[in-house]
C-alpha cells in the first residue's frame, strides 16, 4: 500500500528534520581543556620547606628555593614566598644545631655544615640584591628578613660578639649606603632597629665611619647617617631603648 508507505515515510523525515543538532566543540572550550592549569607555588614552595627541614635528603630543596629570588623568577609570585621560607628554614636550622660544628663532627657532618653555610650566604647575597629594586615592599622584607637571620645567628650559633656584629651586618650597612635606590630600606632600618636598639645603633654608627672613610665626598651625606640620635655616643650599646 504506497499510501502507507508515503506516510511512515514523511514521518521519518519531519522526526529527522525536528531532531537537535549535534553540540560542537567550541574552539574556546578547546583550548581552555589543553591549557596547563595555574601552579600553585606557594604550596609548592610550602611543601618543598616541610620536606627540608624533614629530612638531610632533602637540603637540595634550599637550593630551589634560591633560584626562585633571582634569575628568570624575579618579580613572580614564589621570589616573594620563597625568601620568607627560606628565612624560617634558616633559623629553624640553626636552633637545632645544623648549622654548627662541633668536636665530634664527623667528616660527612662538617661537610654538610659547611655546605648549608654557603647556601646561607647565598640567600644573605640574594636579599642585598634586593635593596636595590624599585620595590619598597621588598627592600622593607629584606631588611627584616636579614636582621631575623642576624638574631637567630647570635642566639645559637655561639659566635663571638665581634662576629655577631661582622661579615652579613657590615655587608648590609654598606649596601644601605651605596645603593641610592635603597630609600625604602634605609627609612624601615633606622625607625625599626637603628632608633630601638642601642647595640644595633652602636654598630650602624661604627661600620658607618669605616665606610664613609671609604667613600669620598659620601661622608655624612649618606642619608643613613642623618638620623644619629641626639645624645648618642659610642659607649651606648646593649639592649632596646626604653
Known amino acids: 500500500m504506497p499510501g502507507i508507505t508515503n506516510i511512515s515515510g514523511e514521518k521519518k523525515k519531519r522526526k529527522r528534520d525536528n531532531a537537535p543538532p549535534e553540540p560542537k566543540e567550541s574552539k ?8 596547563s592549569p595555574k601552579r600553585d607555588y606557594q604550596s609548592e614552595i610550602l611543601l ?3 620536606k627540608i627541614l624533614e629530612s638531610r635528603k632533602n637540603y637540595n630543596g634550599i637550593s630551589t628555593l634560591l633560584e626562585y629570588l633571582r634569575g628568570e623568577y624575579a618579580g613572580l609570585e614564589q621570589d616573594v614566598v620563597a ?3 627560606l628565612c624560617r628554614i634558616f633559623c629553624k636550622l640553626m ?10 663532627s664527623s667528616d660527612n657532618e662538617s661537610t654538610i655544615v659547611q655546605w648549608l653555610k654557603e647556601r646561607l650566604q647565598d640567600y644573605r647575597s ?14 622593607i622584607t629584606a631588611i627584616t628578613l636579614l636582621m631575623r637571620v642576624m638574631k637567630e645567628e647570635a642566639k645559637h650559633l655561639h659566635v663571638s660578639e665581634h662576629a655577631t656584629w661582622s661579615s652579613g651586618f657590615q655587608d648590609m650597612i654598606s ?13 624601615e632600618f633606622i625607625e625599626k632597629y637603628v632608633e630601638e636598639f642601642d647595640d644595633i645603633r652602636y654598630y650602624t654608627f661604627a661600620r658607618l665611619a669605616y ?3 671609604s667613600l669620598p665626598g659620601r661622608g655624612e651625606d649618606a642619608n643613613i647617617s642623618q638620623r644619629r640620635p641626639s645624645g648618642w655616643k659610642p659607649g651606648d650599646q646593649g639592649t632596646e631603648r626604653n
Open 126 to 139: 640574594a636579599l642585598l640584591t634586593w635593596l636595590g629594586l624599585q620595590d619598597p615592599v621588598k627592600q
Open 48 to 50: 618543598l620547606e616541610s
Open 175 to 187: 649596601s644601605l649606603v651605596e645603593i641610592d635606590a635603597a630609600s625604602g630600606a634605609r627609612v
Open 95 to 104: 636552633a637545632t644545631g645544623s648549622l654548627s660544628k662541633t668536636n665530634n
Open 211 to 213: 665606610v664613609s672613610s
Open 83 to 85: 625568601p620568607v621560607a
Open 28 to 35: 574556546k572550550h578547546i583550548i581552555d581543556a589543553g591549557a
